[in-house]
């Protein structure tokens, strides 16, 4: 089992920036995917951002690339999404989660979740 833990949503106005964390315990492996989805309300989760932890290569969605931005620390078994030039359209609750094997970017093939952390863009 793994557990993941989210921290550091919030409120901004747009154009401002925000940094999430995720911590991962329990049974973690070098051939882990780890990565970010978000809801906003009336919607489905969708694909933020994503890496592969043993080769560190990163994988966006298509209404992020080039302003967020996911990194890791394998000392803290952690991964961060550094969240910049953030638009109303950003708001939605983030999850992190992870999965053995290849980054995907369905929700399906994700079998561990964090309990999610609130993005809040103003206008």
């Known amino acids: 089992q793994v557990q993941l833990a989210e921290s550091g949503g919030g409120s901004v106005q747009a154009g401002g920036s925000l940094r999430l964390s995720c911590a991962a315990s329990?049974?973690?492996?070098?051939?882990?995917?780890m990565g970010w989805f978000r809801q906003a309300p009336g919607k489905e989760r969708e694909f933020v951002a994503a890496?592969?932890?043993?080769?560190?290569?990163?994988y966006y969605g298509d209404s992020v690339k080039g302003r967020f931005f996911i990194s890791r620390d394998s000392t803290k078994n952690a991964v961060y999404l550094q969240m910049n030039s953030l638009k109303p359209e950003d708001t939605a609750v983030y999850y992190c989660?992870?999965?053995?094997?290849?980054?995907?970017?369905?929700?399906?093939?994700?079998?561990?979740w964090g309990q999610g952390t609130q993005v809040t863009v103003s206008s």
């Open positions: 989660a992870a999965r053995y094997g290849s980054v995907y970017q369905s929700t399906q093939l994700y079998p561990y």
């Open positions: 329990g049974r973690t492996s070098s051939s882990f995917a």
């Open positions: 890496l592969y932890w043993s080769m560190g290569n990163t």
